[in-house]
């Protein structure tokens, strides 16, 4: 279960960075805000389980190296977090209607390619698309929030924070599948 909310506070970073950024430049009303929160938390914790269902067959395929699979993903996600951009094009404008949608998708494509790595952790994949949409909707609607009051100056740091978090989750398969752990 602790897996599988370090794999939900990394997953909503980036939504969390947009939805801050929205916040602070566009002030969206409280509808606004739930909507934006609405709908990370949704595709976020519904991403994962797609990826899961794609994982599950390509792992059986695979098992002898899924964790080095798992490590590989989650380590790209991970630096690709740390760079520090993901999201701009989603925080450039108000969020509203078809482009709400799609920055739900865009943001949640890193939940679907963590969801392939759900087999690894050994955790239910109903529970961890639960917790992760959850997590997802709750800092979603915190960020809106605390963006209208502080302005935008913590997205950056929160994606390098979900990035550190991702990487550590792949280097704990891989230690865990060699026998390090």
């Not at 080095?68 to 989603?90: D, P, T």
């Amino acid at each position: 279960m602790l897996a599988a909310l370090l794999l939900a506070l990394a997953l909503a970073m980036d939504a969390f960075a947009v939805a801050l950024t929205q916040g602070a430049r566009f002030r969206p009303s409280l509808a606004g805000g739930t909507a934006i929160a609405g709908t990370f938390g949704l595709f976020q914790g519904v991403m994962p389980l797609i990826g899961w269902g794609i994982g599950a067959v390509a792992f059986a395929y695979v098992a002898a190296v899924d964790h080095w699979i798992a490590f590989g993903l989650l380590a790209f996600l991970g630096v690709r977090m740390l760079g520090g951009h993901v999201g701009e094009e989603e925080a450039s404008h108000a969020l509203t209607g078809k482009a709400l949608l799609v920055a739900g998708v865009a943001t949640s494509v890193d939940a679907l390619a963590a969801g392939i790595t759900l087999p690894t952790l050994e955790v239910a994949p109903l529970v961890a698309g639960l917790v992760i949409g959850v997590v997802t909707l709750v800092l979603s609607g915190f960020g809106v929030v605390l963006g209208r009051m502080a302005g935008d100056a913590f997205g950056e740091w929160a994606e390098r924070i979900g990035g550190v978090i991702l990487i550590a989750l792949g280097v704990k398969i891989l230690a865990e599948h060699t026998g390090y752990l």
